[in-house]
């Protein structure tokens, strides 16, 4: 999403990478800690074992909404919504999930993936399992979970592998082999992206440089801008006794 959002984003002018005007649109802010959100959860993804397949940014319906990773195995089908809160802390209290002090509607979304996700799958496969959702934090200061929600799970990025792998398993290879090969047709899916994995990674890391750079821009002008006016300052209080001894 972010980096089709890019595409709309006029080239900066000259003078504006000079000042450290940011590359990102206005609808592009917004979608950066999300896009870094994905690609964090999809390098825990990569660490997982054989017989677990994992597919990312499904789309699901007519809203324009996705799937950030779709996850096959033996502990079954899971629907991951990926977010990164950095440095906040989480409380989660069953269907409630408190972001400091707001409210997130994670559980309401992670639900709705879920259950498209299993309409979408029972459709062509009445014998398959339901869909769990999950939520995956990222760069969080702490989770604490007084309840889990009873239909969804929300967990930490650095978690997630070894909670999945914990699960018993109820889905045998060939139902997992069935699943994947039914995701994996093309006509099933409104449009998939046409980047590879690593053409995105690379795309996205040559974004977040160019970030960093017109931050640290920004940054080194607001300094400069600070010394010349302490320096301007200096100055004036040197003078005042010339001035006064003028009088």
């Not at 609808?27 to 990312?56: N, Q, T, Y």
């Not at 996705?66 to 899971?78: A, E, N, R, S």
């Amino acid at each position: 999403m972010l980096l089709l959002e890019q595409r709309l984003v006029a080239p900066r002018r000259k003078l504006e990478r000079l000042v450290g005007r940011s590359p990102l649109g206005a609808d592009s802010v917004r979608c950066l800690d999300a896009a870094r959100a994905e690609i964090a959860v999809g390098l825990a993804l990569a660490e997982l074992p054989r017989g677990w397949i994992v597919f990312h940014s499904l789309p699901v319906g007519d809203s324009g909404a996705d799937v950030d990773h779709l996850v096959i195995g033996p502990g079954g089908v899971f629907a991951l919504h990926s977010d990164r809160q950095a440095r906040k802390s989480v409380l989660v209290a069953g269907r409630s999930v408190l972001v400091g002090a707001r409210k997130i509607p994670y559980i309401r979304e992670a639900e709705f993936e879920a259950v498209s996700l299993t309409t979408l799958l029972s459709k062509r496969m009445p014998s398959t399992v339901s869909v769990r959702g999950v939520v995956v934090l990222v760069d969080t200061k702490r989770v604490t979970v007084q309840t889990q929600p009873s239909r969804v799970k929300i967990i930490e990025a650095t978690d997630l592998c070894t909670w999945l792998q914990g699960l018993p398993s109820v889905l045998a290879p060939l139902d997992r082999l069935e699943i994947t090969r039914f995701v994996e047709n093309p006509a099933l899916w409104q449009a998939l992206t046409a980047l590879k994995p690593a053409e995105i990674l690379q795309r996205f890391s040559e974004l977040e440089a160019e970030v960093a750079h017109a931050r640290y821009t920004r940054l080194r002008w607001m300094t400069l801008g600070i010394v010349l006016s302490t320096l301007g300052a200096l100055h004036v209080l040197l003078l005042l006794p010339q001035i006064a001894s003028a009088r």
